[in-house]
């Protein structure tokens, strides 16, 4: 292609990305699959692969896959970003008025109405219309520069267009970043099925998004950025209305809230506030009240501040929402990953117009905070309409007999014991094979490619075995040639498709001991460590007896893996699953025995650039070696290998007393074992 055609094509899908972005996160109406979004997404990322000269400066892939940051770099806002002062009631609200209408005598005072988000003050400098920094509000006076997160946010112009208005040299935006309910919803879920941290509020999972050094996590998070004033502008705009301002921001592609208004008294303002209360739990996004300023940008400044906050603007919050209440019951309830949640099952009580009958305790250590007992009497929160919490605990209405709650000692599930390797924070049902509550993810893992590679035994088959009882744990994937009939039965699989998924799982029989082991699905055992597993115990016999002293000696077995994998083959239904499988023909051939490897088991560590060979190919030298290259360095890892430029790792190494090699020394030594450059 030539340059010309790869520019067009590449500013196509940079427009029907941005158009969809808008669409998703700024009307809240998406108009695409997320994976269609996903296959344009990586066309346009394949271009820039092939042609990084042509890289628009507005791509969106830009969002990801920037470097991790070391640490932030602090700077001191040109403009202060201040404060607001708060109102909570309508009284409060009319005084507020009142001050303004006593400094400006005879004025007619409009006053613009916008929600307040709750997220987390950023602000955006734009340099001759292209975003250059992202800092965060910090103390007012200094924030932390986060362009490299800033960047990932899909909503958030990178460079500013408009078909009516000229472009400043100089515009500082600023206004809140912050997670849209359903993101945040989607987030939790997937977060909780894959058994890491859920955030309790949207507010602080885009809290937690911003503060990453590596704006892969920003990028991952669904993050959107609302725009709600001007710091700077030059040259000027020339608006004189605060409500004009923000549809002026609107056109350049910045989103502003769904909602805003212009109001001629005070009056109207309380009407709007009592409205959007009605509504907020319908809002896309969390508000914790409505920012009243006055609309006139001269009457602003003729207000001006008081110490750090603006006379024209006020705060008004909404009540925050709690009711009394007493814990029925404590359920703990088995994830898809076999966490154990603990749910208070509550007296149903009515919470800011919602019945509240359930809450979640989070983990153990949430119920060890709070002290909550069954039989207390709680106050229960919620701020809009997102999860109601357990606030506080009263303990002057606590009865004596009241006893402390702990961990169950068995799954309430599965009855296989549950643990919770020190370190922690979630207890989890170690029957991971037998589960009925993980059954769905243990076979999906199972079957899937790298594990057993049961082909055709996909989600749908899945879905429709379950559905008649024929598959209770993976076992009984290797019986489903009992049930021929049954599975003629379920509408449209004929035939063919029954023995197509018959030959599969006949043909998943021979495999090798690492897939097996890595298809039980133990807890922290991926496929790099089944591997390290196979080769250290050689027989499975031998990994299934393994002490926890014995498995920490694996290369690969961090301490808290090793305490899973002793717990997975505690589980005694785990055990009776695994002899059903064996019996079931499931075999390997013995592992061959390795040859001398002078490097066995070692761990090393390769960082700045080679210049006799890549990065690949030390690895594969290292490999034929025995040894094992890992990214980090760490207690186990035996040598770094430090090509030039070579940065943190070489400065860790150092540290830790671990063995550094040159280039030069590593050739040397290579070729003392035999081990030379290829010629590339
Ligand atoms: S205007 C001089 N408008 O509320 C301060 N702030 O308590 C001008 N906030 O840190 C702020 N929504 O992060 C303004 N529509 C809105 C807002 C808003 C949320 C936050 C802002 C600020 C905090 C002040």
Redesign the pocket.
């Known amino acids: 292609m030539d340059k010309t055609a790869v520019i067009s094509q590449m500013r196509q899908l940079i427009q029907i990305l941005a158009k969809h972005n808008h669409a998703y996160y700024v009307m809240d109406q998406p108009n695409i699959a997320d994976s269609e979004y996903d296959q344009l997404f990586h066309q346009l990322k394949a271009l820039e692969e092939q042609y990084p000269d042509l890289v628009q400066a507005d791509t969106p892939t830009l969002r990801v896959g920037g470097k991790a940051l070391s640490k932030f770099e602090s700077i001191t806002h040109t403009v202060p970003?201040?404060?607001?002062g708060n109102v909570f009631n309508q009284d409060e609200l009319f005084a507020f008025a009142r001050r303004i209408e006593e400094r400006l005598p005879n004025q007619a005072i409009q006053y613009d109405v916008?929600?307040?988000?709750d997220?987390?003050?950023i602000s955006l400098w734009y340099e001759n219309g292209v975003l250059v920094r992202g800092v965060t509000?910090g103390d007012g006076e200094t924030g932390e520069v986060i362009t490299h997160n800033v960047k990932t946010i899909r909503n958030l112009p990178k460079v500013l267009s408009s078909a009516n208005a000229e472009i400043p040299h100089l515009l500082e935006v600023?206004g809140?970043v912050l997670m849209p309910k359903a993101g945040f919803e989607k987030l939790n879920a997937e977060n909780e099925a894959k058994g890491e941290k859920t955030f309790a509020n949207p507010r602080n999972a885009a809290a937690g998004s911003l503060r990453q050094l590596d704006p892969n996590i920003a990028a991952s998070r669904p993050l959107a950025f609302y725009a709600?004033?001007i710091a700077q502008c030059e040259p000027h705009h020339g608006l004189t209305r605060m409500s004009e301002s923000l549809e002026w921001l609107s056109q350049f592609g910045f989103a502003i809230?769904e909602q805003h208004f212009v109001c001629n008294n005070i009056q109207e303002v309380q009407e709007k506030y009592d409205q959007i209360n009605q509504l907020r739990a319908s809002l896309s996004v969390e508000i914790d009240g409505m920012?009243i300023?006055v609309d006139s940008l001269k009457q602003q400044q003729q207000l001006g501040f008081l110490s750090r906050?603006?006379r024209w603007?006020t705060?008004y919050k909404f009540p925050a929402v709690a009711a009394l209440t007493t814990i029925e019951n404590i359920d703990w309830q088995v994830g898809r990953t076999g966490t154990l949640t603990p749910v208070a099952r509550l007296n149903p009580v009515a919470v800011g117009g919602v019945t509240v009958s359930n809450v979640t305790l989070h983990n153990i250590g949430e119920i060890h905070r709070l002290d909550v007992r069954i039989g207390d009497t709680v106050s229960v929160y919620r701020s809009g309409d997102v999860i109601p919490k357990v606030e506080k605990v009263w303990l002057e209405f606590r009865p004596d007999n009241l006893v402390e709650v702990t961990l169950p000692e068995s799954c309430p599930v599965c009855a296989s014991p549950v643990v919770m390797p020190e370190g922690e924070a979630l207890a989890r049902c170690s029957g991971g094979l037998y589960c009925a509550a993980q059954r769905i993810e243990a076979i999906r893992h199972f079957v899937s490619r790298k594990a057993m590679d049961i082909e055709g035994l996909g989600d749908r088959w899945v879905e429709s075995l379950l559905h008649l009882d024929l598959l209770k744990d993976v076992a009984d994937i290797y019986h489903l040639h009992e049930h021929r009939e049954k599975l003629l039965s379920i509408e449209k699989m004929g035939e063919k498709s029954v023995q197509n998924l018959f030959d599969a799982i006949e043909n998943s029989k021979k495999t090798t001991l690492a897939a097996f082991i890595y298809a039980l699905g133990i807890r922290g055992v991926g496929e790099n460590t089944s591997r390290m597993l196979a080769q250290t115990f050689q027989t499975f016999e031998a990994l299934r007896q393994a002490d926890v002293e014995a498995l920490k000696k694996t290369p690969d077995v961090g301490d808290i893996t090793a305490e899973w994998i002793a717990d997975f083959f505690q589980a005694p239904h785990n055990l009776e699953v695994i002899d059903r499988l064996l019996a079931a023909g499931i075999h390997w051939d013995a592992p061959i025995a390795p040859t001398r490897q002078p490097l066995n088991g070692e761990s090393w560590v390769i960082t700045g650039t080679l210049s006799q060979m890549g990065r690949e190919q030390a690895t594969q030298m290292l490999q034929a070696l025995g040894a094992r290259v890992s990214g980090s360095i760490s207690s186990k890892t035996k040598c770094l290998v430090a090509g030039e430029k070579a940065g943190s790792k070489l400065e860790k190494a150092e540290k830790a007393g671990v063995q550094v090699m040159s280039e030069a020394e590593f050739l040397v030594f290579m070729a003392e074992h035999g081990q030379t450059v290829a010629a590339s």
């Not at 970003?81 to 607001?84: A, G, H, R, V």
């Not at 916008?114 to 988000?117: A, Q």
């Open positions: 970003m201040l404060s607001l916008e929600l307040k988000f997220g987390l003050a509000r600023r809140e709600y004033g809230g920012v300023k906050e603006p603007a705060a």
